[in-house]
């Protein structure tokens, strides 16, 4: 390219990086030959030319996990898009293995660096003193409020859920949670009593109930509302897997849903295994927002753009099925 325009290597390159000093001719001919070349930059050869890796560095805490894996496949989408080569490390949640792969990591010079958390709630532990470049957090935040870390927003969808049952007229809605020392189902439970609250509607039982996050707890606490008398009209569930037990347990004791009880879950988890089964009416935290926001942030972040600290929520949306009366 150089050669058909008549210069230098070096004013060629300067050009076509927007640097030096060239006659307005002698820019016209070294555009008009890369053009005709087809030229286009080696964003590698850019990066290093900068001292940079142009490679950043992805620790996830699980990333064989259902959850995960959207995360991480949005994020290592948004980074190659803007030209970053990406280093992908699993710590199995082994708090030990953890810390051998940040060293690892330190030591190959990557300009960046993304924590991907296991969704549990629990806050991971900040490794940011360790790097000299940006570290970003996703699916989990860091214990250190001067991270930057991006969640699902799980207060919207207790919102939502509230929003979506007060819409269809119910008025004794219940909640079948997990522990609320888990920061996720401590938000979802919060998002649904402000909902509530604004529509001057109590939940049933105060402050609902409250186990873990399986299956035999959601069928346990069904019972529980059952057993108790409480006459509800609808169920918010702290996810799917809660909420398809709740409703078999409703079912078995001959009442309709949706009819006699709604019910709303959390997660998506059809939508998740790549199902079209829209039996139950579901938040879904959009997990891949959550690994585009993220890895979105970080690249911004390198090229020299504002890092803010902070939690950084991803709003989530609510898909309708059938356990809220809309159809399949």
């Not at 989408?77 to 699993?90: C, F, K």
């Amino acid at each position: 390219m150089a050669a058909i325009a008549g210069v230098s290597v070096s004013t060629a390159s300067k050009v076509l990086r927007g640097q030096g000093k060239a006659s307005d001719a002698t820019r016209e001919r070294i555009l008009e030959a890369a053009a005709r070349l087809d030229y286009q930059p080696n964003a590698l050869g850019q990066f290093l030319a900068q001292g940079r890796s142009a490679t950043i560095g992805v620790l996830t805490l699980n990333a064989p996990g259902a959850f995960t894996m959207p995360v991480l496949t949005a994020a290592t989408t948004t980074l190659g898009a803007r030209d970053l080569s990406v280093l992908v490390s699993d710590s199995r949640l082994d708090r030990s293995l953890m810390a051998a792969t940040v060293r690892k990591l330190r030591a190959r010079n990557v300009d960046g660096l993304l924590v991907i958390g296991d969704g549990s709630g629990t806050e991971m532990r900040s490794v940011t003193d360790g790097f000299a470049v940006p570290v970003v957090y996703a699916y989990g935040a860091s214990d250190d409020p001067g991270d930057a870390s991006f969640l699902h927003n799980g207060r919207l969808a207790g919102e939502l859920a509230g929003r979506h049952l007060l819409g269809l007229g119910r008025r004794r809605i219940a909640h079948i949670g997990a522990s609320l020392d888990d920061r996720s189902a401590h938000d979802r439970a919060e998002g649904l009593h402000r909902a509530l609250d604004e529509a001057g509607v109590e939940l049933v039982g105060g402050t609902g109930l409250h186990g873990d996050w399986s299956r035999a707890w959601g069928r346990q606490a069904a019972q529980r509302l059952i057993e108790a008398g409480h006459d509800v009209d609808a169920v918010f569930c702290a996810n799917d897997t809660i909420a398809l037990a709740a409703i078999e347990v409703f079912r078995e004791a001959g009442r309709r849903v949706p009819e006699d009880i709604a019910v709303v879950g959390m997660d998506n988890l059809a939508g998740l295994m790549g199902q079209r089964d829209r039996t139950l009416t579901t938040i879904d935290p959009l997990l891949h927002d959550v690994g585009r926001a993220a890895a979105g942030y970080l690249a911004d972040a390198i090229a020299g753009g504002t890092y803010v600290p902070g939690v950084h929520f991803v709003d989530g949306e609510l898909i309708e099925g059938e356990s809220t009366g809309s159809p399949a």
